[in-house]
C-alpha cells in the first residue's frame, strides 16, 4: 500500500531546508506518494518547480499565519481532503511551522514528523513553552546530526520521541572534471567557495578579518561568495572599505553549485553555529578539500586533518591558517579531497538518508491511530515569535 506523505516548510527562506527536501522528495517518491508544500514565493517559487520537474505535487501555500488564518485553514481542509497518512515539517528554527502542525494534527493525519536542522537555539521561555507544546502532537522529531540531538535532549527532549537521520547529499551533477563556470578570474586564481546565506550565522565577517593574512601568503586566493541574506549590502561595504573588492567575488544565489564545486581549489564553511550543512557534504561528494569550523554536524562530516581541516569558530587566525595550509600544499589538499569523497559515500549519501527517513515513517505509519486533537496556539506572528523576530533573522538565519 502506497501511503500519502506531505513535506512541508513554513521557512520564508528555505535555501537548505528546501535542498534538503527535494532530496528526499525525489527519493521517497519511488515508496510513497508525495507532496512538497511551501510559502509560494521568492526561493519557495523555485523549489516548487523543481518539486514538479521531479514528479512531485507541489503544494504553494504559506503555512506561517494564524490558525484561523485562510491559508491555515485551507491546509488543514487540504490534508483532511486528501486523507494525508504522514506530515512532515521541516524546521530551519525551533519557532518556525507551529501553527501548521497543529493544522495537520487537527486535519486528523495520523502521523507527525519533524525534522529539526539545527540544534537547539531556544533561549526565550515563552519560545521554550511554545514548542514544548508543540512536541505533545508530534509523533517524532528528527535531528540531522548527532550534536543536534545532543542539544534536544539538553533541552528535555524525550530521547523516546528523537531518531538520528544524518543529512546526506546525491552525487555530484556535473561530476569534477566536467566544464567549469565562467568566472572570469585572472590566470594563476585560486578559487576558494563559500555557499551559505549571509547572515551572522555564517561567519563572513570572521573570514573578512582572516583574508588579508591569506592573501600575504597566497596572494592568487580568490574568494567566491554564493548566496544572498539580510547581511549581503553591509558584507559588500565591508569588502570594500577594507580594500578587498579584487579577491572577494559575491556570485548572488547559484543554480549551479556543482560546478561551482568543481571549479573551486578549496571550500570554505565559517559558520559560528551549524546542524550538519549541506555545503560540506556536496564538497565531500565532489572531491574538494574542506575547510570550516568546528561546529555541530560539521564536525561529524568532517574529519580534522583527514578529509580537511577545522578550526574554532570565530578564530580568524586559526581560519586563515588553515586556509593557507590547503592552499599552499597541493598534495595535502589532494589527499583531503580524496579522502572526503570515499567518507561521503561511506556516510553522507542521499540513499542513505532517504532509507532512514523511510524507517522513521513506516515505524509511525504502521503504529499511527488516526484522530485529531484540539491543541491551543504558541503565541506566534507569521510563524516567528514575537520577542524573535530581529533575533531570528539577524543571528539564527533561516539556512541550515
Not at 504522514?86 to 487537527?106: Q, S
Not at 574538494?288 to 574554532?312: I, N, Q, S
Amino acid at each position: 500500500m502506497r501511503h500519502s506523505v506531505c513535506l512541508f516548510t513554513a521557512s520564508p527562506e528555505p535555501s537548505g531546508v528546501g535542498e534538503h527536501m527535494l532530496t528526499l522528495a525525489a527519493g521517497l517518491r519511488e515508496q510513497y506518494d508525495v507532496t512538497f508544500g511551501c510559502i509560494p514565493s521568492g526561493p519557495g517559487a523555485h523549489l516548487l518547480t523543481r518539486a514538479a520537474a521531479l514528479g512531485v505535487a507541489p503544494m504553494p501555500l504559506d503555512g506561517r499565519g494564524w490558525k484561523t488564518d485562510p491559508e491555515i485553514a485551507r491546509l488543514r481542509d487540504w490534508l483532511r481532503a486528501e486523507r494525508m497518512a504522514l506530515f512532515h515539517l521541516h524546521a530551519g528554527v525551533g519557532w518556525e511551522g507551529h501553527t501548521a502542525t497543529y493544522a495537520a494534527r487537527e486535519a486528523g493525519v495520523p502521523a507527525i514528523v519533524r525534522t529539526e536542522h539545527l540544534p537547539d537555539v531556544i533561549r526565550d521561555p515563552e519560545e521554550r513553552a511554545s514548542h514544548d507544546r508543540l512536541l505533545t502532537v508530534v509523533d517524532r522529531l528528527i535531528c540531522v546530526s548527532a550534536g543536534g540531538t545532543a542539544s534536544m535532549l539538553e533541552a528535555g527532549v524525550p530521547a523516546s520521541k528523537i531518531r538520528v537521520v544524518r543529512n546526506g547529499v546525491a552525487a555530484p551533477d556535473p561530476l569534477p572534471g566536467a566544464p567549469q563556470p565562467a568566472l572570469a578570474l585572472p590566470p594563476g586564481a585560486r578559487p576558494v567557495l563559500t555557499v551559505a546565506r549571509f547572515t551572522e550565522q555564517k561567519g563572513h565577517r570572521v573570514l573578512l578579518t582572516a583574508i588579508p593574512a591569506i592573501l600575504a601568503a597566497c596572494p592568487a586566493a580568490r574568494f567566491l561568495w554564493a548566496g544572498t541574506g539580510p547581511l549581503e549590502a553591509a558584507l559588500r561595504e565591508e569588502v570594500r572599505a577594507r580594500g578587498l573588492a579584487s579577491a572577494v567575488r559575491f556570485l548572488a544565489r547559484r543554480d549551479d553549485v556543482p560546478a561551482l564545486l568543481a571549479a573551486a581549489d578549496l571550500v570554505l564553511l565559517p559558520s559560528l553555529f551549524e546542524g550538519l550543512p549541506l555545503v560540506v557534504l556536496e564538497a565531500m561528494a565532489a572531491g574538494r578539500p574542506v575547510v570550516a569550523t568546528r561546529a555541530c554536524g560539521t564536525d561529524e562530516a568532517v574529519r580534522d586533518g583527514v578529509t580537511g581541516r577545522l578550526v574554532p569558530p570565530g578564530d580568524a587566525a586559526a581560519l586563515a591558517t588553515a586556509v593557507v595550509e590547503a592552499l599552499t600544499s597541493p598534495h595535502l589538499a589532494a589527499r583531503w579531497g580524496d579522502a572526503g569523497r570515499e567518507r561521503w559515500r561511506r556516510e553522507f549519501t542521499a540513499a542513505r538518508m532517504v532509507r532512514e527517513t523511510a524507517a522513521v515513517y513506516d515505524e509511525m505509519l504502521d503504529a499511527a491511530v488516526p484522530g485529531a486533537v484540539e491543541e491551543p496556539m504558541p503565541h506566534s506572528l507569521r510563524g516567528w515569535s514575537r520577542p524573535s523576530v530581529e533575533h531570528a533573522m539577524s543571528v539564527q538565519g533561516e539556512r541550515q
